[in-house]
């Protein structure tokens, strides 16, 4: 990285990340280069927005069009990419109606206003789990049950119950006359990529039809086809009432969303919740340039295509390392549980060539791109690979 770059973060940008010291200048596909032509093969593109890896071409094709043609217009009037992105994403979930704002963290907090603004007015509480995550804005942190993202906040905002995650019991236990809702990620991501429990998700259904409860998906990450499916509901067979959405939503432009049945899409009455660029005409049309791509070239049979060599190529590291505790893959989410810090994990294969995270100390996250080549995903996995036998 140049010092002129280092020199300009320094003096003027709020010290809130950490951040490694690469400057990107471009990215195609699962590739990045830096400012220094340096060559980096990412299987973490975007934080797991870009799923269909850097500047797919479509999207880009669709936003340059769209950025000529009108680039913002207030949700007070119409314009016809908005509803039609919301077709194509009821289409292709279980109907009803979208609200569009920016990010993840936006779209869950439209969904805890809707759980309390549908319930009865003494209910407000919301349960969620311990090792999920829901943004960083108030509300979503103190949905989110990790201790460490409310260092420094307290005291949180008031409502919500913490459940282990997976365990049905504590959950029945926790439900009262006060109880509104139930939040859960149906496969945790920062969490470690930790898959539900059998019966788990479909007893939280239960569950809330028996004590007329919303079920809130918090799809941010597994949504628009990481796992295979276009949402992973689909995958576990469990229905919710309420979906939030956006990483990959919009192909790498910023862009969040909440999906609801049309009975309960009313309770989110105006006046009552809004976000200004929501939905705008930028983030619609990537939106749906993004839904047809991966339709076009059949990139759902991708994920799961791509999942299962991960599969196969990662799951004997079990058998062959002590470090190695345990591989968990639902298509393009990819978890190895390492016994170790898995920081010096990430420093060495970025050191290699090759980008990945690590999430909760000793996960090494991978959320590669649907349009990885079969070639990239060898050689990644290669990179990874010695770099765990080197330190294990």
């Known amino acids: 990285?140049?010092?002129?770059?280092?020199?300009?973060?320094?003096?003027?940008?709020?010290?809130?990340?950490?951040?490694?010291?690469?400057?990107?200048?471009?990215?195609?596909?699962?590739?990045?280069?830096?400012?220094?032509?340096?060559?980096?093969?990412?299987?973490?593109?975007?934080?797991?927005?870009?799923?269909?890896?850097?500047?797919?071409?479509?999207?880009?094709?669709?936003?340059?069009?769209?950025?000529?043609?009108?680039?913002?217009?207030?949700?007070?009037?119409?314009?016809?990419?908005?509803?039609?992105?919301?077709?194509?994403?009821?289409?292709?979930?279980?109907?009803?109606?979208?609200?569009?704002?920016?990010?993840?963290?936006?779209?869950?907090?439209?969904?805890?206003?809707?759980?309390?603004?549908?319930?009865?007015?003494?209910?407000?509480?919301?349960?969620?789990?311990?090792?999920?995550?829901?943004?960083?804005?108030?509300?979503?942190?103190?949905?989110?049950?990790?201790?460490?993202?409310?260092?420094g906040l307290g005291p949180m905002l008031p409502g919500f119950l913490y459940a282990p995650f997976g365990d049905l019991d504590a959950v029945r236990e926790l439900i009262d006359e006060e109880t509104a809702g139930i939040l859960v990620e149906p496969i945790q991501g920062e969490g470690g990529i930790r898959l539900p429990p059998e019966g788990f998700l479909q007893g939280l259904r239960d569950l809330a039809d028996q004590h007329e409860l919303l079920l809130v998906f918090d799809e941010v990450q597994t949504g628009c086809g990481r796992t295979g499916e276009w949402f992973a509901y689909q995958n576990l067979g469990v229905t919710p009432d309420v979906m939030t959405l956006a990483k990959s939503l919009c192909g790498g432009i910023a862009g969040g969303a909440l999906l609801t049945t049309s009975e309960i899409a009313p309770s989110l009455r105006p006046g009552m919740h809004a976000a200004t660029f929501g939905g705008n005409p930028i983030a619609a049309r990537a939106g749906i340039a993004t839904i047809e791509m991966i339709e076009k070239q059949g990139l759902l049979q991708r994920a799961?295509?791509?999942?299962?060599?991960?599969?196969?190529?990662?799951?004997?590291?079990?058998?062959?390392?002590?470090?190695?505790?345990?591989?968990?893959?639902?298509?393009?989410?990819?978890?190895?549980?390492?016994?170790?810090?898995?920081?010096?994990?990430?420093?060495?294969?970025?050191?290699?060539?090759?980008?990945?995270?690590?999430?909760?100390?000793?996960?090494?996250?991978?959320?590669?791109?649907?349009?990885?080549?079969?070639?990239?995903?060898?050689?990644g996995c290669e990179i990874l690979i010695d770099v765990l036998r080197s330190i294990g």
């Not at 393009?332 to 060495?348: N, Q, Y």
């Not at 060539?353 to 990239?376: D, I, S, Y």
């Open 1 to 151: 990285m140049s010092p002129a770059t280092e020199e300009l973060f320094s003096r003027y940008v709020v010290p809130n990340y950490g951040r490694f010291p690469v400057s990107i200048e471009r990215g195609e596909g699962s590739q990045v280069w830096d400012d220094q032509g340096r060559r980096y093969l990412d299987f973490f593109p975007g934080w797991g927005c870009n799923l269909l890896g850097h500047c797919p071409p479509p999207v880009v094709e669709a936003v340059q069009e769209q950025v000529a043609q009108l680039i913002h217009v207030p949700n007070t009037w119409h314009f016809e990419s908005q509803g039609q992105w919301a077709k194509l994403l009821s289409e292709r979930s279980f109907g009803g109606q979208a609200f569009f704002c920016n990010s993840g963290a936006e779209a869950n907090e439209a969904a805890i206003k809707l759980v309390r603004l549908h319930a009865p007015k003494k209910r407000y509480k919301i349960i969620t789990f311990q090792g999920g995550f829901h943004g960083r804005t108030f509300g979503a942190v103190s949905a989110t049950a990790q201790p460490k993202y409310h260092e």
């Open 304 to 379: 799961k295509d791509l999942g299962e060599t991960f599969r196969k190529k990662l799951g004997p590291l079990a058998n062959e390392l002590d470090l190695v505790k345990e591989l968990r893959v639902a298509g393009l989410m990819i978890g190895l549980e390492l016994v170790v810090d898995g920081a010096p994990v990430v420093t060495a294969c970025m050191e290699k060539g090759l980008l990945v995270n690590c999430t909760q100390g000793n996960v090494v996250r991978l959320l590669p791109a649907m349009t990885l080549t079969n070639k990239e995903l060898q050689e």
